[in-house]
């Protein structure tokens, strides 16, 4: 049993705490939020995550898991102390750094031990030198202290499972024998362990992230090409994953990458190759097409239509950023239904979880109980996140509901026949058959 401290509650640190303590360790973890560690203290979670409420529960049970907005708490007993605080883009796109300079000085303000500081936000190159400077200014008296950089690789709403079961485990230090040491407490994990220098393993982390958005702008701008000349970019990604040196994954064309990370992640690296007179022309090119593809839906709806949106009712379906989780951070949804609205459309919409938060965020967007009720009276549907329930959603009820029959599918998750076939004036992302009839070309 080790004794870890974690500092930041949000996705990584409470998912990082919960996990490590389920492995049998002593796990607190501390954040300034003093309403969320009071609700965490009654069992109530934060985010909506598959799973985490029963592993935090168990593991409080068990009395492995703790949480306190105390750092002196926390860090008394604690031989590592892991940072997972937030690092949202500032307004020049670069990471913004104040919630890890402040965990860096309350750290130092309590530490009376040696600690090994684990670095797990997703920070710039050259962060932890800057975080070790900060405790040794802050601090020359204390004993002594490492600096680990392990960026982290969970996906929200799979948390849990990604935490447990990762594709590799990065750790990067100045001594080779602390990064040894916090490679001790991955071990349960059984996967790969890298280890490297600081500055290499914070850019894994841009480089893994920027590669992932590369990949789904690609297929995105594919799709386009697709539609153009009557494809269908479904089987091409499939055709194209075949190949081993590709790969299936991330080749859903849809409207986009949104979510917490991508966006901040992609913008800050083309930041930092910018501050060094390097010019990231691929990373912009990514980013452009992102922000391209979250126009598609009401161009196709104006098409469909044949005049702009005044006077209409538009019913979206989703509003999360990805299926399985209620973060609306850089949802598509929300550009989406803003330009539908400028439009002059009227817009309801149903998400599974998400419908608190995107109030928050939205006026004006009428919230429903069903995706039936948002259908209801409708002149178009757009489905943005693909949750499960949409999937075998009663497509003639919903069709025989609607105002006007026209069904924009920004995540492919309907067959462009079997809708067609329905009646419905249908558009996917990138199926460029769907104008030629009633049958698949193959049947
Ligand atoms: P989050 O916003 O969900 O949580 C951050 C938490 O830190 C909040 O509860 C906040 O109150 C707390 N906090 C801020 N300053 C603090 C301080 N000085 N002391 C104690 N607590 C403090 O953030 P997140 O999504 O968990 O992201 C954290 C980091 O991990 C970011 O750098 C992010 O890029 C990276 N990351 C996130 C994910 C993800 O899926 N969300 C995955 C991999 C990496
Ligand atoms: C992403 C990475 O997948 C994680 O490895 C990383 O740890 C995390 O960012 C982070 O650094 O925070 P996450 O943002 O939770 O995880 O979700 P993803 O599943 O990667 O999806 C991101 C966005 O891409 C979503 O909007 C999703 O709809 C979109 N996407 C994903 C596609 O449009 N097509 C795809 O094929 C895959």
Not at 91 to 118: F, N, P, T, W
Request: a negative charge; charged letters at 25%; one cysteine or more.
């Amino acid at each position: 049993m080790k004794s870890i401290a974690i500092i930041g509650a949000g996705y990584v640190g409470l998912v990082s705490g919960a996990c490590f303590s389920d492995l049998g360790n002593k796990v607190t973890c501390v954040d300034i939020n003093e309403q969320r560690i009071a609700n965490l203290n009654k069992g109530m979670m934060p985010i909506f995550e598959p799973g985490l409420e029963e592993l935090v529960r168990r593991n409080v049970g068990a009395k492995r898991l703790y949480f306190t907005t105390s750092y002196e708490e926390a860090l008394t007993d604690a031989e590592y102390v892991f940072i997972a605080v937030g690092t949202p883009s500032d307004v020049d796109g670069q990471a913004d750094l104040r919630y890890v300079r402040m965990a860096a000085e309350s750290i130092a303000d309590v530490m009376d031990h040696y600690l090994i500081i684990v670095n797990k936000s997703t920070v710039p190159v050259g962060t932890g030198d800057w975080l070790a400077e900060i405790v040794r200014s802050r601090r020359p008296d204390v004993p002594d202290f490492d600096v680990v950089s392990c960026p982290e690789f969970l996906r929200e709403g799979a948390a849990i499972s990604d935490f447990m079961n990762p594709d590799r485990v990065i750790l990067g230090s100045t001594n080779r024998e602390a990064a040894e040491r916090v490679a001790q407490v991955h071990l349960p994990l059984r996967t790969k362990l890298m280890l490297t220098d600081l500055r290499t393993a914070e850019m894994v982390k841009y480089a893994s992230n920027a590669f992932l958005a590369t990949k789904i702008s690609f297929i995105n701008e594919i799709a386009n090409i697709c539609e153009a000349l009557g494809a269908d970019v479904k089987e091409v990604a499939y055709g194209m994953g075949l190949d081993r040196r590709i790969g299936h994954a991330f080749l859903d064309a849809g409207l986009g990458w949104g979510g917490s990370c991508f966006p901040k992640d992609v913008k800050a690296l083309a930041s930092m190759a910018e501050v060094e007179s390097r010019h990231p022309h691929l990373l912009h090119a990514v980013m452009d097409i992102n922000r391209d593809q979250r126009h598609s839906p009401l161009r196709k709806i104006e098409n469909f239509l044949g005049r702009d949106l005044r006077g209409t009712v538009i019913g979206i379906l989703g509003l999360s950023f990805k299926p399985n989780t209620d973060d609306m951070r850089e949802a598509p949804s929300l550009e989406i239904i803003r330009n539908l609205q400028r439009k002059g459309a009227a817009v309801r919409a149903y998400d599974p979880v998400a419908m608190e938060n995107a109030k928050r965020l939205l006026s004006d967007v009428e919230m429903m109980g069903s995706p039936y009720e948002v259908a209801d009276g409708a002149d178009a549907l757009v489905l943005v996140t693909e949750w499960n329930e949409f999937k075998n959603l009663d497509l003639a009820r919903v069709k025989e509901s609607m105002r006007q029959p026209i069904l924009v599918d920004g995540r492919n998750i309907y067959d462009p026949v079997a809708a067609g076939n329905l009646g419905f004036q249908y558009s996917g992302i990138g199926r460029g058959y769907e104008g030629r009839g009633t049958k698949h070309p193959l049947d």
